[in-house]
């Protein structure tokens, strides 16, 4: 066999955030803490190993999976839902994507296209016994889906087909002129469909026409189609009479329309009469908080496309583990889908494990190489690991792909970044910016660029955009946080911070910061309280722990100071780190237990400063000197001769 097992441990932090100590932006606490685990300069634990199981991947490959909880509803052997028999599963999707691209809803198209193309074969599983006993488990045998995707040729058949071509060409006010008399009446439902449907793009060209015209405000486009769109569809929608697609369109409408409520329960009428529906999915998950999520699940049915939504979810709010284990689960069933290898690199990505990411990112570049979704990630990670080579391939290939792509263009300003030109960098930036304004990742990293460029102001400006796109982006509330920080201004800091920290609640780096800015205003109790938060969330770069000793010894908590000097210390020379923080942990116990009387301890810890060089090493002479006078004494060292190292 030429099976390859991969073995991957789940840490708490996820995903990226700036750092100012390095330069650049997004990737600095990632590249650090990479830096950190290759060179030994990062507390990196893996002591306690979680049980693992084996998930069938795609390409024949087997990866050992950690037991992750999901709730009541799931374990690592079982997913949420139950899976149909193989053929009912293409059935379905076979279904959806010849529907779906019979109306012209091209990306759902894909999606059930690409899904079907992936879905494992029986032979695969006959081949495989961990593939048997998974599926087996996880399967409903008494599900049929038998449906086929017909049309009827007949003269409105001839309208609705040239109808189409205009479509396909983008003539979309010729196209919807063309269905003017067919969608009058709602028995034709697909001319009614895309009539409307085109109408709505045909406002969403013209906004977007505004939007680059009104540069300086561009929030106050709109969609000058919408409420045409609305008035109609909404009587008729409240007579029960719009197919699964048009009640997809008056969900898009109402949302357009700030209706929130009535557009959520619009999609979750359309899943449940079309589950394989992926636009509607995508349209339900911001509409979801956790708070809600309960009782959404309940109001949907039990249809295997819920394993899709509840791993989708959990991926967009950072449950990286959860969605991992059901992604991994449905890839028993989809073995050479490209969609899941992206999603599950991408929560690797999440979960700053960025070595077993990049290896899940190249299998989805080998299965599909003229992908362009999810690169600009993929080149996030080469970026952190200052891969120049790889990085200028990933970006040649990708602007021979299709330039003109937000992703494309994100990731040849990463490229411009790694290598110093951060002008070029900003450049390539906006040009993703002017592709699509609501890309969340290029208003992030232009902010970084910017801060590059000392202009603070600009940074400031697209910080405040990504925020605005998405109020729930820690990242942006984050640099907004270190810029005002590196101004001086800790208050305003303190307040972008903790607007990170009510985004990630559980996430060290943002208590580590808001700890931090307290200690700057000179409120050490509750930095104190911030720290000790942080070494509570598994602080992966051990900064809480150390910062946790120096204010325990400035409030005159020598105990307490001690304990966290010796865990650092342990987890450092556990992981076989040498840095100034080591040497600060070793002085500091070797003054407290020579003040204690403590003196062969004392000695130990002296000696194992003249692997230093400095101060360190003047410290541990002075100190050795007077502990071998001490023990030749046969004398307990003055008490008050104990000095904190810390000023």
Same mark, same amino acid.
Not at 185 to 205: C, E, K, M, T, W
Not at 499 to 513: H, V
């Given at each position: 066999?030429? =099976?390859?097992? &991969?073995?991957?441990?789940?840490?708490?932090?996820?995903?990226?955030?700036?750092?100012?100590?390095?330069?650049?932006?997004?990737?600095?606490?990632?590249?650090?803490?990479?830096?950190?685990?290759?060179?030994?300069?990062?507390?990196?634990?893996?002591?306690?190993?979680?049980?693992?199981?084996?998930?069938?991947?795609?390409?024949?490959?087997?990866?050992?999976?950690?037991?992750?909880?999901?709730?009541?509803?799931?374990?690592?052997?079982?997913?949420?839902?139950?899976?149909?028999?193989?053929?009912?599963?293409?059935?379905?999707?076979?279904?959806?994507?010849?529907?779906?691209?019979?109306?012209?809803?091209?990306?759902?198209?894909?999606?059930?296209?690409?899904?079907?193309?992936?879905?494992?074969?029986?032979?695969?599983?006959?081949?495989?016994?961990?593939?048997?006993?998974?599926?087996?488990?996880?399967?409903?045998?008494?599900?049929?889906?038998?449906?086929?995707?017909?049309?009827?040729?007949?003269?409105?058949?001839?309208?609705?087909?040239?109808?189409?071509?205009?479509?396909?060409?983008?003539?979309?006010?010729?196209?919807?002129?063309?269905?003017?008399?067919?969608?009058?009446?709602?028995?034709?439902?697909?001319?009614?469909?895309?009539?409307?449907?085109?109408?709505?793009?045909?406002?969403?060209?013209?906004?977007?026409?505004?939007?680059?015209?009104?540069?300086?405000?561009?929030?106050?486009?709109?969609?000058?189609?919408?409420?045409?769109?609305?008035?109609?569809?909404?009587?008729?929608?409240?007579?029960?009479?719009?197919?699964?697609?048009?009640?997809?369109?008056?969900?898009?409408?109402?949302?357009?329309?700030?209706?929130?409520?009535?557009?959520?329960?619009?999609?979750?009428?359309?899943?449940?009469?079309?589950?394989?529906?992926?636009?509607?999915?995508?349209?339900?998950?911001?509409?979801?908080?956790?708070?809600?999520?309960?009782?959404?699940?309940?109001?949907?049915?039990?249809?295997?496309?819920?394993?899709?939504?509840?791993?989708?979810?959990?991926?967009?709010?950072?449950?990286?583990?959860?969605?991992?284990?059901?992604?991994?689960?449905?890839?028993?069933?989809?073995?050479?889908?490209?969609?899941?290898?992206?999603?599950?690199?991408?929560?690797?990505?999440?979960?700053? #494990?960025?070595?077993?990411?990049?290896?899940?990112?190249?299998?989805?570049?080998?299965?599909?190489?003229?992908?362009?979704?999810?690169? #600009?990630?993929?080149?996030?990670?080469?970026?952190?690991?200052?891969?120049? /080579?790889?990085?200028?391939?990933?970006?040649?290939?990708?602007?021979?792909?299709?330039?003109?792509?937000?992703?494309?263009?994100?990731?040849?300003?990463?490229?411009?970044?790694?290598?110093?030109?951060?002008?070029? $960098?900003?450049?390539?930036?906006?040009?993703?910016?002017?592709?699509?304004?609501?890309?969340?990742?290029?208003?992030?990293?232009?902010?970084?660029? &910017?801060?590059?460029?000392?202009?603070?102001?600009?940074?400031?400006?697209?910080?405040?955009?990504?925020?605005?796109?998405?109020?729930?982006?820690?990242?942006?509330?984050?640099?907004? /946080?270190?810029?005002?920080?590196?101004?001086?201004?800790?208050?305003?800091?303190? &307040?972008?911070?903790?607007?990170?920290?009510?985004?990630?609640?559980?996430?060290?780096?943002?208590?580590?910061?808001?700890?931090?800015? &307290?200690?700057?205003? %000179?409120?050490?109790? =509750?930095?104190?309280?911030?720290?000790?938060?942080?070494?509570?969330?598994?602080?992966?770069?051990?900064?809480?722990?150390?910062?946790?000793?120096?204010?325990?010894?400035?409030?005159?908590?020598?105990?307490?100071?001690?304990?966290?000097?010796?865990?650092?210390?342990?987890?450092?020379?556990?992981?076989?780190?040498?840095?100034?923080?080591?040497?600060?942990?070793?002085?500091?116990?070797?003054?407290?237990?020579?003040?204690? /009387?403590?003196?062969?301890?004392?000695?130990?810890?002296?000696?194992?400063?003249?692997?230093?060089?400095?101060? %360190?090493?003047?410290?541990?002479?002075?100190?050795?000197?007077?502990?071998?006078?001490?023990?030749? $004494? /046969?004398? $307990?060292?003055?008490?008050?001769?104990?000095?904190?190292?810390?000023?």
């Amino acid at each position: 066999s030429n =099976e390859l097992t &991969y073995f991957i441990f789940f840490f708490q932090a996820e995903d990226g955030i700036r750092d100012f100590c390095l330069s650049r932006g997004l990737g600095d606490v990632y590249k650090r803490q990479y830096q950190r685990r290759v060179h030994g300069d990062l507390y990196f634990s893996n002591s306690n190993k979680e049980k693992t199981m084996t998930m069938a991947i795609g390409f024949g490959h087997q990866i050992p999976l950690p037991a992750l909880d999901l709730g009541p509803t799931a374990s690592s052997e079982k997913l949420v839902v139950k899976m149909p028999q193989l053929k009912y599963i293409r059935a379905e999707l076979r279904y959806a994507a010849h529907y779906l691209g019979a109306h012209r809803l091209t990306q759902s198209a894909k999606w059930a296209g690409e899904m079907l193309l992936g879905v494992t074969t029986q032979a695969d599983v006959d081949n495989s016994a961990f593939l048997r006993g998974f599926v087996a488990a996880n399967l409903d045998a008494g599900y049929k889906f038998e449906r086929v995707h017909t049309e009827v040729f007949d003269e409105a058949g001839d309208v609705l087909a040239v109808a189409r071509t205009l479509f396909d060409l983008r003539e979309f006010r010729k196209c919807a002129d063309l269905l003017k008399e067919l969608a009058g009446s709602p028995s034709n439902q697909s001319a009614l469909f895309l009539y409307h449907y085109a109408l709505f793009l045909a406002g969403d060209a013209r906004k977007e026409e505004e939007m680059f015209e009104q540069e300086a405000n561009p929030n106050t486009a709109t969609n000058p189609e919408v409420r045409q769109i609305l008035k109609a569809l909404e009587p008729l929608a409240r007579q029960n009479k719009l197919n699964e697609v048009n009640m997809y369109l008056y969900g898009l409408v109402l949302r357009e329309e700030q209706r929130l409520d009535e557009a959520r329960a619009v999609f979750m009428k359309v899943l449940n009469a079309f589950p394989c529906f992926w636009s509607a999915w995508l349209e339900l998950c911001p509409m979801i908080t956790n708070e809600d999520v309960k009782t959404i699940l309940l109001g949907l049915n039990d249809h295997w496309m819920k394993n899709f939504f509840l791993a989708s979810f959990s991926l967009e709010k950072y449950r990286n583990p959860s969605s991992i284990e059901v992604y991994s689960g449905l890839l028993c069933f989809f073995k050479r889908s490209s969609f899941l290898l992206n999603q599950i690199a991408t929560a690797f990505y999440n979960n700053q #494990d960025f070595d077993v990411s990049l290896e899940w990112f190249e299998k989805l570049v080998e299965l599909d190489p003229y992908r362009f979704e999810s690169m #600009d990630t993929y080149s996030n990670i080469l970026y952190i690991k200052e891969n120049h /080579g790889e990085l200028a391939n990933l970006a040649l290939r990708c602007f021979y792909n299709n330039k003109y792509t937000p992703e494309t263009c994100c990731v040849i300003g990463n490229y411009y970044s790694l290598m110093g030109d951060h002008v070029k $960098a900003v450049i390539y930036f906006r040009k993703a910016l002017k592709l699509d304004r609501s890309c969340l990742a290029a208003w992030t990293l232009i902010g970084h660029e &910017y801060l590059e460029l000392k202009n603070i102001a600009g940074a400031i400006e697209a910080y405040r955009n990504a925020v605005e796109i998405d109020p729930k982006d820690f990242r942006a509330w984050y640099g907004l /946080g270190q810029t005002y920080e590196l101004q001086n201004m800790h208050n305003y800091a303190l &307040y972008y911070f903790t607007r990170a920290g009510l985004a990630r609640p559980k996430d060290a780096r943002m208590w580590n910061a808001i700890g931090n800015c &307290y200690e700057k205003m %000179e409120k050490k109790l =509750e930095a104190q309280k911030c720290y000790e938060r942080a070494e509570n969330c598994k602080d992966k770069e051990g900064i809480a722990l150390h910062r946790l000793a120096k204010l325990y010894d400035l409030l005159g908590m020598e105990e307490k100071a001690t304990k966290c000097m010796e865990e650092n210390l342990r987890r450092k020379d556990e992981e076989h780190i040498v840095d100034k923080e080591l040497g600060e942990c070793l002085l500091y116990l070797a003054r407290y237990h020579k003040k204690a /009387g403590n003196l062969e301890k004392a000695l130990a810890y002296a000696r194992r400063l003249y692997d230093f060089n400095g101060t %360190e090493r003047e410290e541990a002479n002075t100190l050795i000197y007077e502990i071998n006078l001490a023990l030749t $004494a /046969g004398t $307990a060292v003055n008490p008050a001769a104990g000095v904190s190292p810390f000023p």
